[in-house]
């Protein structure tokens, strides 16, 4: 909190101020306290990282969307049965390792520097050529909207912007968003899972690292506008939240919808709950949770639930697919998460991952067959696809990009619930992703991939099988993999994101040269004359080709972690905060 003697100060200039705030609102420096948060919120974190110095504030003001989402009729209300756990937070077992006799030294501190001049060149660019836009084209030099026209890289940016400490940026972009009008959209409908994720998870994260009440203003602003995907018959939200059927209360459930959408909004509802005490956001996740928690051995898979869900009739026997990837991955992600945000206290979400993590351990993890001297060097893990058939299980060992996130996943498990074994399989995971990244001619791991997996467990002797490597493995590729089905590199944040947990998690230095590595390969593959693209094929020996595309998530997520596994440990440290699936790092509740 700022001082009595500067409020005074601003007390007695405020006529002054006032008049040059109304010419320059975004630019003028301003000594402004932090933010109160409501009563009964978590407390923050000590000590409170990367605050501005006063002179680099800058007045962030709230401006109210067009349409207030209050005010439309639920059409299907419902008493709250669900409150966030009271109580003080159970002491939690440590995620971070020890770093007491940590030293910054000159080769990690210029290998952050470089991240952070690939994040400005990539974030100038977006300035000047995508402005309020949700993405920039880097080849063509255009803003694209891809998420409602809402500003998705402005706003999934801001924590990143905080983080670097890059001030003025940062004061400029919140701004924009605390002035966003989610009215002010030419699309008929709202991705409930990726707004979820970007906008509303940005927001709660900005909040929480600069304590800028505007911000937290246009998230429950956000929030209200969300909290009506759930207004159906059985409170379960569709995959869109259509504007106009919310208006005329004519909302259902999906039939067939991918498991991690609905499944994948308990991070960010729950930490508004917890800022702003509305209980309605919690009560609404936390029926879907119960819905989880309910069905978890009603699957063809029990223990685990399958990429589609019929969430209308609550029912989850009818699809035969089972994954971490695409359409399921941040479903499991959220149960040790949530564990660590409500500081313990609720039980379920413990008792549903343990359950999970039996499953894929059994039917799931694999080991891709390596010559021996291969092996002996790199004991990794990847994780495949289950089916499940009449009378078998039948096991594929297809990688994803997207499943590289399960060894940050399994690592933080283990160090929450006290099982070892579990940060070990993390480590491997996290490992064979970035292997499979120096696999490839360009350095970087494809989209989806085939391995020949060992025969038998994925901890049981693999002996190299020449023979079986004929007929099964691909000639054009290294060692291991059977083919590269899908080529792209998308920007993606996954393998770094695990490679920085573990690295986080064991204090292990040689994972912060694998990430440097990856980060060089990652930069040389996909540079183009503005910023960085998504290319076409990793296979390809030479210059790339680049498809025009720069997600959201390489600012918010893939370089942010790439700078702060170079970043002293104190920052964002992991017994402080908890990342949700677009890497924004929200404050947990404190014993």
């Given amino acids: 909190m700022a001082s009595s003697r500067h409020l005074r100060l601003v007390a007695g200039v405020a006529c002054v101020l006032l008049v040059f705030f109304l010419v320059r609102p975004f630019d003028s420096p301003e000594i402004l306290p932090t933010a109160s948060r409501p009563h009964g919120s978590p407390p923050l974190a000590e000590p409170v990282l990367l605050q501005p110095s006063p002179s680099s504030r800058r007045k962030v003001t709230f401006k109210p969307s067009s349409f207030d989402w209050t005010k439309v009729e639920q059409h299907f209300p419902v008493e709250l049965k669900h409150k966030l756990p009271t109580g003080a937070p159970k002491p939690q077992k440590p995620v971070q390792h020890d770093f007491s006799h940590y030293v910054h030294d000159p080769v990690t501190r210029n290998r952050q520097k470089a991240v952070r001049a690939v994040f400005e060149r990539s974030w100038n660019?977006?300035?000047?050529?995508?402005?309020?836009?949700?993405?920039?084209?880097?080849?063509?030099?255009?803003?694209?909207?891809?998420?409602?026209g809402w500003g998705a890289t402005l706003v999934d940016a801001l924590d990143t912007l905080w983080i670097m400490e890059l001030w003025e940026d940062f004061y400029l972009a919140a701004n924009a968003a605390a002035q966003l009008d989610w009215q002010n959209t030419t699309e008929t409908a709202a991705n409930m899972f990726e707004t979820t994720i970007r906008h509303l998870g940005g927001l709660l994260s900005a909040y929480d690292l600069s304590g800028e009440q505007a911000l937290l203003d246009k998230a429950t602003e956000l929030g209200n506008m969300l909290y009506m995907g759930f207004d159906t018959p059985n409170r379960m939200p569709g995959f869109w939240l259509n504007f106009e059927d919310a208006k005329r209360g004519v909302q259902v459930a999906g039939t067939n919808d991918p498991s991690a959408s609905p499944c994948s909004l308990s991070l960010e509802f729950?930490?508004?709950?917890?800022?702003?005490?509305?209980?309605?956001?919690?009560?609404?996740?936390?029926?879907?949770?119960?819905?989880?928690?309910?069905?978890?051995?009603?699957?063809?898979?029990?223990?685990?639930?399958?990429?589609?869900?019929?969430?209308?009739?609550?029912?989850?026997?009818?699809?035969?697919?089972?994954?971490l990837g695409a359409l399921a991955d941040s479903l499991y992600e959220y149960l040790p998460k949530m564990h660590a945000l409500l500081g313990g206290l609720?039980?379920?979400?413990?008792?549903m991952h343990r359950a999970a993590m039996d499953v894929v351990t059994k039917y799931m993890l694999f080991r891709p067959m390596l010559p021996a001297e291969e092996a002996s060097k790199h004991d990794i893990l990847f994780v495949g696809d289950a089916f499940a058939k009449p009378d078998r299980i039948d096991r594929v060992a297809e990688g994803q990009h997207l499943t590289c996130f399960t060894g940050g996943m399994f690592g933080l498990g283990?160090?929450?619930?006290d099982i070892n074994e579990h940060v070990e399989i993390g480590e491997r995971l996290a490992r064979g992703c970035g292997w499979a990244y120096d696999a490839f001619p360009t350095g970087v791991m494809p989209e989806i991939f085939?391995?020949?997996?060992?025969?038998?467990s994925w901890d049981a002797p693999c002996p190299w099988n020449e023979e079986r490597w004929k007929a099964e493995g691909s000639k054009n590729l290294k060692k291991g993999f059977a083919s590269a089905r899908d080529t792209r590199y998308i920007l993606r944040p996954e393998a770094i994101e695990s490679i920085f947990l573990l690295y986080r998690m064991t204090g292990k230095e040689d994972l912060r040269d694998l990430a440097w590595q990856m980060f060089e390969s990652i930069v040389n593959a996909t540079e183009t004359e503005l910023a960085y693209s998504a290319i076409s094929d990793v296979t390809v020996k030479g210059?790339?080709?680049?498809?025009?595309?720069?997600?959201?998530?390489?600012?918010?997520?893939?370089l942010k972690y790439f700078y702060l596994i170079f970043s002293p440990p104190s920052i964002i440290n992991l017994d402080e905060y908890v990342f949700n699936t677009e890497a924004h790092p929200f404050l947990r509740p404190k014993p």
């Fill in 125 to 148: 660019s977006y300035k000047e050529h995508a402005w309020l836009r949700d993405e920039l084209a880097p080849v063509s030099g255009v803003g694209k909207t891809t998420f409602g």
């Fill in 346 to 351: 609720s039980p379920q979400y413990e008792k």
């Fill in 270 to 323: 729950t930490r508004l709950t917890q800022l702003t005490g509305d209980q309605r956001y919690f009560d609404a996740i936390t029926r879907i949770t119960d819905f989880l928690e309910r069905t978890q051995n009603e699957s063809k898979i029990p223990g685990m639930w399958p990429k589609l869900i019929n969430f209308r009739e609550e029912r989850v026997d009818g699809e035969s697919g089972f994954t």
């Fill in 414 to 417: 283990g160090k929450l619930f």
């Fill in 543 to 558: 210059p790339t080709t680049k498809t025009d595309s720069m997600e959201s998530f390489w600012l918010a997520e893939t």
């Fill in 450 to 456: 085939n391995m020949v997996p060992c025969g038998g």
